[in-house]
């Protein structure tokens, strides 16, 4: 009987926008739901900041990856 031989897997890069932006929200949506942040000014700001910090994460990795 043959043995099956395992496929090497492929491993794909990892999104770094999409995995600290669903972070930024998950953790926003926490400080929402327990009124830590009640604020709508203070919660706009952190959406800028947040997104605005994991775009340059993204760019610096996409640079390190030479892509």
């Known amino acids: ?3 099956e031989v395992d496929k090497p897997r492929r491993v794909h890069r990892t999104d ?7 972070m930024l929200f998950v953790v926003l949506g926490i400080l ?3 009124r830590e942040i009640t604020d709508p000014l203070v919660l ?3 959406v800028i900041i947040g997104l605005g910090f ?5 760019v610096i990795a996409r640079v390190i990856r030479g892509k």
């Open 1 to 3: 009987m043959p043995r």
């Open 16 to 22: 770094w926008m999409a995995l600290l932006s669903g």
């Open 32 to 34: 929402i739901l327990t």
């Open 44 to 46: 706009v700001s952190l």
């Open 54 to 58: 994991a775009g340059l994460v993204a």
